[in-house]
């Protein structure tokens, strides 16, 4: 009985001996944590406008498309103030159109001084002459001085109204850019606000999502800035895992993480370590840890790590934003950088963003390897994927002898 049970034991012992190493490898190349949660950008929907509610498009966890209507403001204030911007508009025109009619009128009455100038200096050689050789008297020939420096002064004056004309006009006198005007651009400018305020009664979804937190309804008095509700993107969402500190050694940018979520038990999430936060979560906290006051306790600090989706999630399967979650990462490769996020190699080329973060619906694959040529700046997130594949296929012929 004895030789049955000890065999017994071997083999228990023997059967277990594979389990228990897979066990410690997966213990030491992997380091997991409970503190962690799905996290994403919430686009809090305001208005621009002070003016009162007139339409509600949605409800609450209803889903939208970017660029739906939401909320609709009375928009007969800013109808009014459209016409009242296009009347004026219409009356710079109009100032325009008289300026011209005014600098026509000053040099047709420069030329009709000229004019009379010419003919008085006629008369004024003429009487000087007569009046040398006393044929005519004295009075005849201060009346024809006095003409000609009349004549003169109406010359100055003439030319004077026609700088003033081309003055009023800015200098440009040419009529093939009649209405490029100060005056006709300030008005188009005003009747450009107009318009787009007028337009901004109209307030649509930001991004695609499902709407919550709704505050407004009908009749409602909203003022700019005022938060009315908020759209959650669902292909956007990533997880904001808080690692205690002595778990961060050997974390690195890249490396694949499994997320299992407490709403779907038993079902696993692909990810990959996006970036390290440069603070812990109590350094940043509304009331920050002040050690130097002399009673002082050590604690373990943790530090968020973002961990976004390789996929979005199965459609049966979806994260909303504060759910709990458990994180592992495998830390076996730590060649990845410490100080770097994927969405920033893939969407900054030069300090300049080629494509907005925001905008993303697939997150890209993380370039685990080091060493990899620089990708040139993608025309959109699956065809950035599509590079990194063909460029993995590419080195791993190049390794095949």
Not at 332 to 344: A, H, K, V
């Amino acid at each position: 009985m004895r030789r049955v049970v000890l065999a017994l034991v071997i083999i228990a012992i023997l059967a277990a001996i594979m389990p228990a190493i897979r066990y410690y490898r997966y213990l030491i190349s992997h380091v997991s944590t409970d503190d962690a949660y799905v996290d994403g950008t919430v686009a809090l929907v305001s208005s621009r406008l002070a003016g009162t509610v007139s339409a509600v498009y949605v409800e609450d966890n209803w889903q939208v498309k970017e660029g739906d209507i939401l909320v609709t403001l009375d928009p007969r204030t800013f109808q009014v103030r459209v016409d009242q911007a296009r009347a004026q508009l219409a009356r710079a025109r109009q100032t325009v159109d008289e300026l011209f009619a005014q600098l026509a009128a000053a040099r047709a009455g420069l030329n009709l001084a000229e004019s009379q100038l010419k003919q008085a200096q006629l008369d004024f050689n003429r009487e000087t002459e007569l009046h040398r050789a006393n044929v005519v008297s004295q009075q005849t020939y201060d009346q024809t001085v006095t003409a000609y420096r009349i004549a003169k002064a109406n010359v100055a004056l003439a030319q004077h109204q026609v700088s003033q004309a081309e003055a009023a006009l800015g200098g440009d006198t040419e009529d093939h850019a009649r209405y490029d005007r100060p005056i006709v651009e300030q008005a188009a400018a005003a009747l450009e606000a107009a318009r787009l305020d007028l337009s901004h009664t109209h307030i649509t979804a930001p991004m695609a999502g499902i709407v919550t937190h709704k505050t407004v309804h009908v009749g409602h008095r909203v003022q700019p800035g005022e938060p009315l509700m908020a759209v959650v993107p669902t292909q956007r969402l990533y997880v904001t895992a808080n690692f205690k500190e002595t778990q961060l050694t050997d974390v690195r940018v890249g490396q694949e993480a499994e997320i299992q979520a407490d709403i779907y038990p038993g079902y696993v999430y692909k990810g990959h370590v996006d970036s390290i936060s440069m603070g812990t979560g109590s350094a940043f906290s509304l009331l920050p840890p002040e050690n130097a006051t002399g009673n002082w306790v050590k604690v373990v600090q943790r530090v968020p790590v973002k961990v976004v989706l390789n996929q979005p999630p199965p459609a049966d399967k979806p994260l909303r934003i504060g759910l709990s979650v458990e994180v592992s990462v495998d830390v076996s490769d730590t060649r990845g950088p410490l100080l770097t996020s994927t969405l920033q190699k893939h969407f900054f080329r030069g300090g300049r963003p080629s494509i907005p973060p925001e905008r993303l619906q697939i997150p890209p694959l993380p370039e685990i390897l080091p060493g990899w040529p620089d990708i040139e700046p993608p025309l959109g997130p699956v065809q950035s994927n599509d590079v990194i594949r063909q460029l993995r296929q590419g080195e791993q012929h190049a390794q095949q002898p």
